[in-house]
T-cell receptor, first 113, second 115 residues
Framework: GQNIDQPTEMTATEGAIVQINCTYQTSGFNGLFWYQQHAGEAPTFLSYNVLDGLEEKGRFSSFLSRSKGYSYLLLKELQMKDSASYLCAVKKDSGAGSYQLTFGKGTKLSVIP | DGGITQSPKYLFRKEGQNVTLSCEQNLNHDAMYWYRQDPGQGLRLIYYSQIVNDFQKGDIAEGYSVSREKKESFPLTVTSAQKNPTAFYLC??????????????FGEGSRLTVL
């Protein structure tokens, strides 16, 4: 099976930097996604890591260490609109172009003035 | 614009009734998925389909049924056998071939409440 852990809630100040961690235990790991989900809305894709290292995309960056089973999402210059849940999802290939995706429970980020 | 449309957005059901949630995509994606989201829980996979007229059970398929008669449509029926159907239901799709990340694209969700 797969076990994915994320903090349940975090609070950060507008303009600051926040790091949301995700740890996982799985066999057959083949990538990790981060999604953003505003309350009552659809999750939207933020980033994907399959190799170790940092992927930067504007104010958002995502890091992966496969050997440690660890990823983080880094949000810089926080804005009020960044208040949302952030979902970590681990990908495990199951052959023929198919994969299994297991989601963590999500981290609810509140950005305060 | 291309996307995934779910309907209805809100639905109320009496116990013992079956309800069907609609999911339509015009992204020409091969694979479609149904997830259930409960407070404090991660998204859990109900059913998925990678090709027309074929679908597979996910982790929590009991009490649900699906069909995939057309590539763009993947309706979910919540049957009376589902013990705790009140939840937020998300439909998603993705391309299978020739993609790097293969990320899921989600619909806006359908919130089902059983009275």
């Amino acid at each position: 099976g797969q076990n994915i852990d994320q903090p349940t809630e975090m609070t950060a100040t507008e303009g600051a930097i926040v790091q949301i961690n995700c740890t996982y235990q799985t066999s057959g790991f083949n990538g990790l996604f981060w999604y953003q989900q505003h309350a009552g809305e659809a999750p939207t894709f933020l980033s994907y890591n399959v190799l170790d290292g940092l992927e930067e995309k504007g104010r958002f960056s995502s890091f992966l260490s496969r050997s440690k089973g660890y990823s983080y999402l880094l949000l810089k210059e926080l804005q009020m609109k960044d208040s949302a849940s952030y979902l970590c999802a681990v990908k495990k290939d199951s052959g023929a172009g198919s994969y299994q995706l297991t989601f963590g429970k999500g981290t609810k980020l509140s950005v305060i003035p | 614009d291309g996307g995934i449309t779910q309907s209805p957005k809100y639905l109320f059901r009496k116990e013992g009734q079956n309800v069907t949630l609609s999911c339509e995509q015009n992204l020409n994606h091969d694979a479609m998925y149904w997830y259930r989201q409960d407070p404090g829980q991660g998204l859990r996979l109900i059913y998925y389909s990678q090709i027309v007229n074929d679908f597979q059970k996910g982790d929590i398929a009991e009490g649900y049924s699906v069909s995939r008669e057309k590539k763009e449509s993947f309706p979910l029926t919540v049957t009376s056998a589902q013990k705790n159907p009140t939840a937020f239901y998300l439909c998603a799709s993705r391309e299978l071939a020739g993609v790097v990340t293969g990320e899921l694209f989600f619909g806006e969700g359908s919130r089902l409440t059983v009275l």
